[in-house]
């Protein structure tokens, strides 16, 4: 499951005329039902979920603000002892929920870098690159916003990641498609550089799978130097993705490594990391991890293919890597197959949720428990590069992506004797 | 199961309202199974069907994901079975003699052993309702359950390798409606319930056209649409797929 994006929930959830109070009971009830009905543990926590409601209910009874009931609520949740089941204050959301935008995007690739929004990648042949923008630069102002009024706050609260965070502001860079953006730069010589930036249909082809939104799904291969490299933007539109995966690997025999980059991607479906991975692991009975839900507990194996690429691999992520994402990359390297490059990834692994309650606040909670199979839990945890390695401006700016750098004289060194 | 008949004939002796109990013993599994053979259709109809291609759609509701099945069965040991579906692609199953094999454009192709392995061939067994005896040497009613409202005998139907399914007949119309199961998969063992409902007859045989299948977290129902009976099968549709063959040249213990 994809981790919802604080950005695609609207205010519509605040409900009209009640009062706030008995919004805040009814948040409450909501968030001790979530647990007690989606909770991978039957006790969630080891605990007595029904005396937890006994104890707690009371207490947001008596609670004379919302803040008080806010704090009770967190209380409870505290006392599961686990990760990612979080109360967000509805303020923060007023912080990076507002104008979502729209469809169209300028082509600009972006990650915070020292609290710092730099453009990492430029689309060729978009708008933004026609434009003269270029790696390294740092967006300064979009849609008349100071980037700056976004980030700062934001990163001083541990309750938004850097996933969260870094789609707000680029949600800053969207609006509707043949319309413009305006946003300010500093270039690499630190000179400041307005424009009026064209908005164009998302990269990729629309994809849709069951109730998911439709989404844009890109692929890309290539050749650097002998070493072959893929990267998509989601683990979506199975057949074209696995397809496109598959050739690569084929394509790879004389190659002398495979470098498969998910900075940036969020996941999608689950199963395809164990698929991808058949093309990757030659040794029969192997897991990804195993995934435990109230009534089952399902292992993510891997079945070799019948042809299996023996060159290393290494495995690209960094903070907004999510999801499938790092179950492949936690996998591959538990089984000692791949070895990983970038920062910490999201630590989202489990399909957790995004909710907004009746008072406003937002609710994030875990449905079930993923352990990789090196026995680590990748909630909340996430996956830790083999090599930490972070872009940098000054790197972007000499034309360098020092990660992708890093896994190439790594893969380079695998040669020799 | 015994304690319960005779409890049965006990009170019935000493109430003197014997009548009022005769017909009330549990029967055996063996006829609960037999009856079910003979209101679908009866021996003779399932023994003229030698073959068959069955088209149905699926659908995980609550997903929002569509597809489609075509199975295709022929005796002996015969199967094959693809479903398309939506945002998945292909899954293709079959049952070639000893070998059970899967592939799918999620997980590529593998070849099935031990338990799964029988338990695909048991499933994929052609005419396997009327060839119960085969297939699961032991056999035992254990009473009596609601399902829906409606009484229900429980049959547990244990096979010579596997798990045991718990089959629900109906004790007014003899129908299959229910049947439980641990499935053995290479993820685990996973739970499966099925729900039969809406039997048509389908050449002569009656077959629930929906089935809703609870697997683990998932439910999804597949509609039975139509069956064409001993039809010709398309030349080498049984045949091991290339990547199988592979698979097996690979390691052909497997």
């Known amino acids: 499951m994809l981790p919802r994006c604080l950005i695609l929930l609207g205010a519509a959830a605040y409900a009209f005329g009640q009062n706030q109070h008995q919004l805040d009971l009814d948040s409450f009830e909501k968030v001790w039902i979530t647990v007690r009905d989606k909770h991978w543990q039957t006790k969630p926590g080891g605990l007595d979920w029904q005396a937890i409601h006994a104890e707690y209910r009371p207490k947001v009874e008596k609670s004379a603000s919302p803040a008080e009931a806010r704090s009770v609520i967190q209380e409870m949740l505290g006392r599961l002892g686990q990760s990612h089941f979080a109360i967000i204050p509805a303020a923060i959301y007023s912080v990076v929920d507002d104008e979502e935008g729209g469809p169209g995007i300028t082509g600009i690739d972006l990650r915070i870098l020292d609290g710092q929004a730099i453009v990492t990648g430029v689309d060729e042949g978009s708008p933004a690159e026609k434009q003269g923008v270029r790696p390294g630069w740092q967006i300064l102002r979009a849609g008349g ?115 498969v980059d998910l900075r940036g991607n969020p996941g999608g479906i689950g199963g395809m990391a164990m698929g991808m991975a058949g093309f990757l692991v030659d040794k029969p009975n192997q897991r990804l991890g195993t995934m435990y839900m109230r009534d089952t507990t399902l292992n993510f194996v891997v079945n070799p293919r019948p042809e299996v690429l023996a060159a290393p691999v290494a495995v690209l992520v960094d903070g907004l890597s999510a999801s499938t994402s790092e179950i492949f990359a936690g996998g591959l390297k538990d089984l000692n197959r791949g070895r990983v490059f970038g920062t910490h990834t999201a630590a989202a692994a489990l399909p957790s949720a995004f909710e907004r309650l009746p008072n406003g606040d937002g609710f994030q909670y875990a449905l079930a428990n993923y352990i990789s199979q090196g026995g680590q839990p990748l909630e909340g945890l996430g996956v830790t590069p083999d090599v930490e390695i972070s872009l940098t401006r000054t790197a972007l700016l000499d034309g360098h992506d020092s990660v992708i750098d890093a896994a190439l004289g790594w893969i380079r060194r695998q040669k020799t004797p | 199961m015994k304690r319960r008949v005779l409890n049965f004939a006990l009170a019935a002796l000493l109430s003197g309202i014997a009548g009022a109990f005769a017909a009330d013993p549990l029967p055996s599994a063996e006829s609960i199974l037999d009856r079910y053979v003979q209101v679908t259709g009866g021996k003779q109809a399932y023994a003229k069907r030698k073959a068959e291609i069955a088209h149905s759609t699926v659908e995980f509701a609550s997903l929002g994901i569509k597809g489609s099945m075509t199975r295709y069965a022929a005796e002996p040991d015969k199967y094959y079975t693809s479903m398309d579906i939506e945002g998945l692609g292909k899954v293709e199953m079959g049952i070639n003699g000893p070998v059970a094999w899967e592939n799918s454009a999620l997980l590529g192709p593998r070849v099935k052993t031990g338990i799964e392995r029988a338990e695909a061939i048991r499933e994929g067994t052609m005419n396997s309702t009327a060839n119960w005896r085969k297939l699961y040497p032991k056999v035992e009613n254990q009473g009596i359950e609601l399902v829906d409202g409606e009484e229900c005998y429980k049959v547990v139907m244990t096979p010579a390798e596997g798990q045991p399914m718990v089959g629900y007949y109906q004790k007014k119309s003899g129908l299959q409606v229910k049947l439980t199961s641990v499935a053995s998969t290479q993820m685990g063992e996973i739970p499966v319930e099925l729900i039969a409902s809406e039997y048509k007859d389908f050449g002569g045989i009656l077959e629930p056209s929906k089935v809703t299948q609870k697997t683990g977290p998932q439910e999804f129902s597949i509609t039975l649409d139509s069956v064409e009976v001993n039809p010709a099968i398309p030349p080498g549709r049984f045949d091991l797929p290339p990547d199988v063959r592979k698979l097996l040249e690979k390691a052909p213990t497997q």
């Open chain 1, 145 to 259: 916003k100071e980037l700056k009024t976004i980030i700062d706050p934001a990163r001083s609260n541990p309750a938004i990641h850097e996933l969260q965070l870094t789609r707000a502001v680029a949600a800053r860079l969207t609006g509707p498609i043949g319309g413009t953006v305006d946003a300010a730069f500093l270039d690499a010589s630190d000179k400041t550089i307005d424009l009026k930036v064209n908005l164009i249909q998302p990269r990729g082809t629309l994809s849709a799978f069951g109730n998911l939104p439709a989404q844009h799904v890109w692929f890309e291969a290539k050749k650097l130097g002998s070493t072959a490299y893929i990267r998509f933007n989601m683990f979506l539109d199975l057949p074209r993705v696995m397809a496109g995966f598959q050739q690569t690997v084929e394509n790879c025999k004389p190659c002398d490594g495979l470098i």
